[in-house]
């Protein structure tokens, strides 16, 4: 687990308007941070910085107390949780979990420790052998988490992980990744649009508009405030 500070963070893509400007954010070990805001506000843009998918124009990033501006995706120890899951059509469910794990040439023995640890936790143990398009929308997205567990990443980073899930299933799932969040207790930041999720799941919410901050808050103090 690690904290993250990001100090002044500046990104801009070509001449135009800063995308996020001079944003100066501290996230907790084991905090679970909401990142919300209309779109274009700048959310993915400080989330693709924080993996490292995107280069930053000033300021610092610190995670775990080490300065990452300059270090590749690889060597961040983050695990990004995509709104589209990416999984792979012709691989099982079990093999999609393992991916990361296979990527680091990880011993068989300990691949499926990992594998079926991550499955029992997402109750995923009965569709291992399963291909994604065999899934439901639900399912999928725990595969995809699953993965994200098996890693074993110091963060978690959701980039609107429920927007493709109809309504019921995104209230469970918005269950479940509260859940899983304080069972694992692993920072997180969480990118999302939607209104419930920012009020529902996390333990503070970070209001982003035209790229910079206009609000940090628990959800109590953001419900109660006139
Ligand atoms: P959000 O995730 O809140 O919708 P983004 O971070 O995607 O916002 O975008 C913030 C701003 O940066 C927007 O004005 C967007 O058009 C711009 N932007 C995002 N990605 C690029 C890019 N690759 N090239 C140029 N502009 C971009
Ligand atoms: P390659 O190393 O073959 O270029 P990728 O482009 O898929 O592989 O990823 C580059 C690095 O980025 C990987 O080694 C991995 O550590 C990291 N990475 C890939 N996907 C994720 C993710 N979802 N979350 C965090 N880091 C990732």
Known sequence: MASIEMKNIVKKYGDGFPAVNDISLDIADGEFMILVGPSGCGKSTLLRMIVGLEDITSGDMVIGGDRVNDKAP???????????????????????????????????DKVDRLVKEAADVLELHEHLERKPANLSGGQRQRVAMGRAIVRQAEAFLFDEPLSNL?????????????????????????????????????????????????????????????
């Open 74 to 108: 690889r060597d961040r120890n983050l695990s990004m949780v995509f709104q589209n899951y990416a999984l792979y059509p012709h691989m099982s469910v079990y093999e999609n979990i393992a991916f990361p794990l296979r990527l680091a040439k990880t011993p068989d």
């Open 166 to 226: 109809d309504a019921k299933l995104r209230g469970q799932m918005r269950t479940e990744i509260a859940r899983l969040q304080r069972r694992l207790g692993i920072t997180t930041v969480y990118v999302t649009h939607d209104q419930t999720e920012a009020m529902t799941l996390g333990d503070r919410v970070c209001v982003l508009r035209k790229g910079s901050i206009q609000q940090v808050a628990s959800p109590r103090e953001l419900y109660e405030q006139p």
